[in-house]
């Protein structure tokens, strides 16, 4: 490796690893601000929060990837023609594609590496990523006892505390409603003050009560006497132990989640893919079959008269009795079967063609990142030679420009393929076929030393432009 590719490789990759960082940083906070309110207030830990943040950050790095390599290329090609670096090296003899070679090489390798960390890693992350945070859902908030108001985050029991003690522990005027043996509060419980602690490595909830009664309905509320007998037992001091089993953090098995498309690779995505055009085709086959039925006279496929009936000739007229008011509304009752079945057909099969696109989208998705990040370089790197500006100014304005139109692009190219507007992979790779020529269109600006964002240059284009028009 010559001193040149190394000076330029050393310049590519401390801006690229900086604005990586940056941007995978910005998306995962963007994303998981979407499920904040679901996070909050657990009890988690952080062992917990750090797991989901992995995963998810392992998620988010085939966006991050395009979007860094064009912010750094820009940076490190403005950088280099703002202190007249690329100025002196073209001087030497040494062409503009030659310095871009050695990053061209490195961005290819990324491309490369980021094409099978996308089809084999990124799939079990999300696999880990979306069954942690099902588990998380589904977890009870940490329990909050909140004064004058009934807590029944707890199962079987209804707790109302009217003041608690600064320290949290200590209760005032506390109420239980007892209906962990089913039926209605059979069990009620008042004390004038308790304590609340937990016990047993915080597997049971210990509540102690003072001066209290218990009331004790003996009755069962649907059975109950005319003669209903109630039970009030006094005591100065009880001890109420709850089970906090509700509250542990349980992990479902990850399998029942491996049948979502953001789990599987190219391979397993083409076999379902497979399996639904193959069902969207056989009901496609079997939608005449199926409505013929509903046709007295005619088959629903050929339009072949059933009753025997010939015509002997086409120019004669037959004269045919008037319609009765039974037969107007057997033919309408008949219609309106037949349209409900076709729409209902005609829906299904919709359905299962875009779940099938919706499957396909994921194949070509796995291409088009990583093949992103190579039109994203071809974008970045010349035009950072023609603006000669490094930094983060102006190529952060310019990168999130440009990222913007991709993503734009990209988001409308799925939703066509998934409605099946246009073919899943002419709309997977619109946004990539439309930028190409404006990186090469760029490349060719770089090389032949153009001043395309001066300001000379569009007035002298404008006046060449009028002269053209005389």
Do not use: C
Request: net charge positive; charged share 25%; glycine share 6%.
């Amino acid at each position: 490796m010559k001193k040149l590719d190394k000076l330029i490789l050393k310049a590519f990759f401390g801006p690229f690893l900086l604005t990586f960082s940056v941007v995978e940083f910005i998306l995962l906070t963007q994303y998981m601000l979407k499920y904040l309110d679901e996070l909050v207030g657990k009890d988690l830990g952080g062992q917990v929060f750090a797991e989901l943040l992995f995963y998810f950050s392992i998620n988010m790095a085939p966006v991050a990837l395009p979007l860094a390599v064009l912010l750094s290329s820009l940076m490190t090609f403005g950088s280099l023609g703002e202190h007249h670096e690329l100025t002196a090296i073209k001087t030497s003899g040494i062409a503009l594609t030659r310095v871009l070679r050695p990053v061209l090489i490195a961005v290819s390798i990324i491309t490369v590496g980021a094409f099978f960390f996308n089809n084999y890693i990124v799939p079990k992350a999300n696999l880990k990523a979306y069954s942690l945070l099902w588990d998380i859902r589904q977890k009870k908030p940490a329990m909050n006892f909140k004064e004058g108001a009934f807590y029944n985050g707890i199962p079987g029991y209804s707790i109302k505390v009217n003041e608690k003690m600064n320290e949290g522990r200590t209760l005032r005027e506390v109420m239980i409603y007892d209906h962990s043996k089913g039926g209605t509060n059979t069990t009620v419980i008042l004390a004038d003050s308790g304590e609340m602690y937990m016990d047993y490595n915080d597997s049971y909830l210990v509540l102690e009560l003072f001066d209290g009664n218990t009331y004790v309905d003996q009755n069962d509320a649907s059975f109950r006497s005319s003669n209903e007998q109630f039970v009030r037992q006094e005591f100065d001091k009880s001890k109420l132990m709850l089970s906090m089993a509700s509250f542990d953090f349980d992990r479902t098995r990850e399998e029942l989640f491996s049948d979502n498309k953001m789990m599987k690779n190219i391979d397993e995505l083409k076999v379902v893919t497979d399996s639904l055009q193959r069902y969207s085709e056989r009901d496609r086959s079997y939608f005449a079959p199926n409505v013929d039925p509903f046709y007295m006279y005619f088959k629903a496929d050929t339009g072949q008269v059933k009753n025997g009936l010939r015509l002997l000739d086409k120019k004669v007229k037959r004269e045919l009795p008037a319609p009765t008011h039974e037969t107007l509304l057997l033919a309408t009752n008949k219609a309106r079967n037949i349209k409900s079945f076709t729409n209902s057909y005609v829906e299904r099969i919709k359905n299962t063609n875009r779940e099938a696109n919706s499957y396909e989208v994921e194949i070509w998705r796995k291409y088009t990142q990583s093949i992103s990040i190579i039109v994203m370089f071809l974008i970045g790197a010349p035009l950072g030679a023609i603006i000669k500006k490094g930094g983060l100014g102006v190529p952060v304005v310019i990168s999130i420009a440009f990222f913007i139109i991709m993503y734009v692009m990209t988001i409308l190219g799925e939703k066509w393929g998934r409605e099946g507007l246009v073919s899943v992979g002419a709309g997977m790779w619109a946004a990539n076929m439309i930028l190409l020529p404006v990186g090469l269109f760029f490349l060719y600006q770089a090389r032949n030393d153009s001043s395309l964002l001066e300001v000379d240059f569009w007035r002298k284009l404008m006046t060449r432009l009028r002269r053209n028009k005389i």
